[in-house]
């Protein structure tokens, strides 16, 4: 990746986790981008900050307790204060793709219990239209093939995702069918759709859920609300 978008995605991270403050209950994103959130909000934790957090994947977890971020379980509390995630696509209307590291499910969840919702993206992230990225869907595996037949009835082309030649296997067990969209033009009436669904456990479009996307931009950052 051209190294202005690694620190565009660094900027956009840092920014975020200036906002967090003290005794704040902190929802800990997954990915390249909400990486550099979570060694920032490590750095915080050192120099004192008191927070704690709630990992939206094992990968996440493993790294935050490695850094020292003392983590809570998120059937302990009814609200997180603030999330801060990175995205696969973002429009200026906050709609979200997310799980292009498999990680939607766990995220889709934190977003949900989370007040203050806090996108973090590099500009290639930034489209008119979502749907260039495949749409990750979580699926059981039993209901996989079934699940691409309704797919391609919605108007997307979906195929299961791999790893090493074996299909990749998410934290909770499930697989991940990528389903080519092209153009998503109505977030909203696909995810309806693709929540009525048997056998779709959930699927990486994210709308409603986030309060402000901070993108790196030339050297700062530039922010959607
Ligand atoms: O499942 C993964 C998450 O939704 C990530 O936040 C998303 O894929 C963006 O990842 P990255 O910051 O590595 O581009």
């Given at each position: 990746m051209a190294t202005d978008l690694i620190a565009e995605k660094r900027i956009a991270a840092e920014a975020a986790v200036a906002m967090v403050k003290d005794a704040q209950v902190v929802g800990l994103g997954t990915g390249s981008t909400a990486e550099f959130a979570v060694k920032a909000i490590a750095e915080r934790v050192k120099q004192g900050l008191q927070i704690k957090g709630i990992p939206t994947s094992d990968n996440t977890a493993q790294m935050a307790r490695q850094l020292g971020i003392p983590l809570i379980d998120?059937?302990?509390?009814?609200?997180?204060?603030i999330t801060i995630d990175g995205a696969d696509e973002f429009t200026e209307q906050l709609h979200l793709i997310k799980g292009?590291?498999?990680?939607l499910l766990k995220e889709k969840i934190v977003a949900s219990k989370t007040t203050q919702q806090i996108i973090i993206a590099d500009?290639?992230?930034?489209?008119?239209?979502?749907?260039k990225f495949k749409l990750p869907v979580e699926v059981i595996p039993f209901a996989s093939r079934y699940v691409m037949a309704q797919l391609a009835k919605l108007g997307g082309d979906g195929v299961v995702r791999q790893v090493n030649g074996q299909p990749f296997i998410t934290d909770e067990g499930n697989v991940i069918i990528d389903a080519?969209?092209?153009?998503?033009?109505d977030p909203v009436a696909l995810s309806d759709a693709l929540n009525g669904?048997?056998?779709?456990?959930?699927?990486?479009l994210f709308t409603g859920l986030a309060q402000q996307v901070i993108m790196g931009h030339e050297g700062g950052v530039k922010i959607f609300r």
């Open positions: 998120i059937n302990s509390i009814d609200t997180i204060d292009g590291g498999g990680a500009s290639s992230k930034h489209v008119a239209f979502l749907g080519d969209f092209k153009k998503i033009s669904i048997v056998g779709v456990v959930e699927h990486g």
